[in-house]
């Protein structure tokens, strides 16, 4: 549709339909070659709904041609994207390594993408030596790909080790400049803003918060430079800097010191102020920075009446502003007295993300029925078998508020059965000093070194050992552990 096809020139396959196949039957000569043109692809605009039908149908179609092609990378390729989509990762996994196995020199060009995503899938799978290993390979075949490279960090950033992440995060960043490879599929930010927000998670989980504001600065600057705006880096941003600030005025201010552009740029404002919300409790200096910021917006309207409970005043925001979902919830909590509403649960869509938000946006508002309401939706999305990846979800939500008795409650049953990993065993051990229980608090920060094997891990749990035997008057031992924990956070 964009020119004219040669004679004969066709797309074939059932689904995501292709034209190389063709080509080489038309024109056998013909070389491939990349354009600078950038196409957005939006999909399913109208309805998640209209969303889900199409993944069924993609699977169904996937493994159609799957049968009438078992050795075709392509389709295996299909159907891991698809299972990928829908979350069956351990599915996806064995489809893209499948793929792997039999792409061919002239699908060079999905390589990246489909170890891309067998390495997400791994990850996704809590399997970083897994992923590792399959990037190694590529490397090995591939080169320095800034995919590959900024992958190879979160694995790292999984298993606790910190320094080897920012190292290749910063060959992902080098990466920007080796050309050498042409039909590739690239991740826009790899090898710029994503990397950076990178670096900066780990500058923030290595203690070094001003390394941090300068990684996410630099990554938000990247991304505008090329007509994004990098919500991850943004929310970074704001996370940092609102637990520093009395007020809106100081948060603006500080903001207009690290970004001048936030004055003019619209785009860079609203993305702020969303992220603003992103993560409750929302302090009063981040609802007038909000207000500050994009005011007249009334999706931002929406939230800070959300947010002051003023429930039927946002519902009519979100309206006006077409957040269906939101105004659906606000909906729900202000006719929450009426026999005829809609309970909340009803309307609360599935989706772990979005449920974990609204559960902290209701203790926020101190809605603590609701919160009970949802206690069915929470156990569904986390059955029995998960039923530990509920509580540590739950803990560390309480544990936001400052809930301390509650993360408690909800974690050290776990605890004592031995099924708690280095980071929830880390969260009870501070729960309980919050608590005031430091002998309790000590015998699990000792469990943490004994049982997560992350350097980063045990050099957290040794500096907060050296913290408690300092309040003992124990400085000689302190010191010990300090010397310990700068070891291992230096690796």
Known sequence: RLFKNLPGLKFGRRLHEQILDSLREVKPTARLRALDIEIEHYGYLSSTGKAAEKQRRNIELARKELAERPTDAFSWFNLGQEYYAAGHFEAALFCFRRAIRYLPGDYRMWLPRAIELAALSALKLGRPRGALELLKEAVQGLGEHPNLRLLEGQAWLALGEVAAARRAFAAALKAAHDNSMVLEIRNEGAASYAAWYWLGRCAELGGKPQEALGAFVESIRVSLAVGRCYRPAVEALVRLILPTVRSGQEFLGILKSLLPE???HAALRA????????????????????AMLNGESREI???????????????AAFKAAGADLLYGIAAALSASTASSAPALEAVVPRDPGFLSWLLG??????????????MPVVESLWPSPKATDRAVILGRLYSRFGFWDLVIETLAPLALAGHLDGDALSLLASALEKAGNLEAAEEVWLEVIRKDPRPFAAARAYAALAALRLTQGRNADAAQLLELATQLAGR
Do not use: M, N
């Open 271 to 290: 993305a702020v102020a969303r992220a603003i919300f992103a993560e409750p409790p929302v302090p009063s200096a981040g609802l007038e920075g909000a």
């Open 361 to 374: 946006v209701l203790l926020q508002l101190r809605e603590f029925e609701q919160f009970e309401r949802l």
């Open 301 to 315: 309207q929406g939230f800070l009446s959300l947010f002051k409970g003023d429930y039927a005043e946002a519902a």
């Open 262 to 264: 936030i004055s003019t």
